[in-house]
């Protein structure tokens, strides 16, 4: 069996990128034939389709965006060495991690990119989700991803976890709490009810197809609201949060200079808990950046 090469990896890293063949021949300086060949080769080798028709051109199969995430790490840990060793200058840095909507996870983000202090990197965060999260993490487009587990998700998450070769570390487990603007007309309790927030809209980020309360983001999401507005974005959130007076529930891990005083977090009066974790790629070891990032997390996590 022939040996998979650098050239080939780069090869369906391209097209993926492109979203087309013809497209990545052109980047490539190679005959459209001579790229579509040496795909159908590759494909044939190890024996399954990275790449399906479509009416946009192609798109990635799910065998393929697995492979394709095996393929970017290798390439980019070749990408380090040939800068590192041949260039003879220092290798740009590369790091993403995938995230729900935590404003501590953007704090960590930012002690990550303080600590490392390299003059060349490319770090991405993706606030997305539940389901992508994971899908980044299997696929590897993401070296960490930050969920979070309840008594209501945690058999049909951890039993999709482990269909997906990923770990879940438990970073803290944290009490619920209801996150409202400073002026809402229950932040002056110490202690909210579920009742009380009946008439107030129930903010919540939406999860696209994926969209049962398995994966949401907000704990308790089972329950019957007389008002629902959902989100895609944790600003529209805050917004919505001081101009209707709404509300959604999390953790109370809450890096108040993120929003200023703005926002405040209460206690909610229920008996559950909130298990935030890592997940990460069995198949994979944690760089030095994840544990910079993993460190800041936990460091938050602590403090707060």
Same mark, same amino acid.
């Given at each position: ?27 490539l300086?190679i ?18 389709t990275?790449?399906?028709?479509c ?23 070749a ?26 996870t ?20 993706? =606030?997305?989700?539940?389901?992508? /999260? @994971? ?8 070296? $960490? %991803?930050? &969920?979070? +587990?309840?008594?209501?998700n ?8 482990r ?59 089972t ?25 959604t ?16 977090a ?5 008996? =559950?808990?909130?298990?935030?974790? /890592? @997940? ?5 070891t944690?760089?030095? $950046? %994840?544990? &910079?990032y +993993? ?10």
């Amino acid at each position: 069996m022939n040996k998979l090469t650098l050239q080939q990896l780069k090869y369906v890293l391209r097209v993926a990128e492109k979203g087309s063949i013809s497209e990545a021949a052109k980047s490539l300086f190679i005959s459209q034939p001579s790229l579509s060949n040496a795909i159908k080769e590759l494909e044939k080798e190890i024996q399954i389709t990275i790449f399906t028709r479509c009416n946009r051109g192609i798109a990635v199969s799910n065998e393929g965006a697995e492979f394709l995430g095996y393929a970017r790490q290798v390439i980019q840990q070749a990408d380090m060495l040939e800068e590192k060793y041949l260039n003879g200058e220092p290798a740009k840095q590369r790091f993403c991690i995938s995230t729900q909507h935590y404003t501590f996870t953007a704090n960590a983000f930012v002690d990550l990119v303080k600590e490392f202090g390299g003059s060349e990197y490319e770090f991405t965060i993706r =606030e997305t989700k539940t389901y992508e /999260i @994971i899908e980044d993490v299997k696929n590897l487009r993401s070296e $960490l %991803g930050v &969920i979070y +587990l309840s008594k209501y998700n945690e058999t049909v998450i951890l039993k999709l976890l482990r269909e997906s070769n990923i770990s879940f570390s438990e970073l803290v487990t944290a009490k619920p709490h209801v996150f409202i603007s400073k002026t809402h007309p229950l932040a002056h309790k110490n202690l909210i009810q579920l009742e009380e927030l009946e008439d107030y809209p129930c903010l919540s980020f939406e999860q696209g197809e994926y969209n049962s309360f398995y994966f949401s983001e907000e704990i308790l999401s089972t329950r019957s609201v007389k008002k629902s507005i959902k989100v895609s974005d944790r600003a529209a959130i805050v917004n919505f949060m001081i101009g209707l007076n709404g509300y959604t529930i999390s953790s109370g891990i809450f890096p108040k200079y993120l929003h200023g005083e703005q926002i405040i977090a209460v206690p909610l009066k229920v008996e =559950e808990d909130i298990k935030i974790g /890592i @997940i990460m790629h069995k198949d994979i070891t944690m760089t030095k $950046l %994840g544990e &910079i990032y +993993l460190d800041a997390l936990k460091k938050i996590a602590k403090e707060l």
